[in-house]
């Protein structure tokens, strides 16, 4: 696997344990970061447009065993981030949205 994918496993993979150890130790950071709905939402799309659009130019050229790596990291590696905040949005927010 290519440079750029290892390093996004990496950040991304960081943002998942992050996000996995706020709900287990019972979100003591809570509202740390203020946002809305639809700020979440809004980096919900751009993070689905621009790994879309690298992952279409990744691709080109490689086998299909590579290809089904790179969908795998595109595909999920993008949304540590968003549940990242969304654990450390207000508690209202994250009773308002429970899946998002």
């Known amino acids: 696997m290519p440079d750029l994918e290892v390093s996004l496993l990496g950040i991304f993979g960081l943002c998942w344990v992050t996000a996995l150890a706020q709900v287990l130790a019972g979100y003591p950071w809570a509202g740390a970061v203020p946002h809305d709905l639809y700020s979440l939402y809004a980096l919900a799309a751009f993070g689905g447009w621009l790994a879309g659009n690298v992952l279409v130019t990744r691709r080109a050229g490689r086998s299909r065993i590579q290809r089904r790596r790179l969908l795998l ?3 999920f590696a ?3 981030p968003l549940y990242l905040l969304h654990t450390l949005g207000p508690a209202l927010l994250r009773h308002q949205t429970p899946l998002a």
């Open 73 to 75: 990291v595109y595909l």
């Open 78 to 80: 993008p949304l540590g």
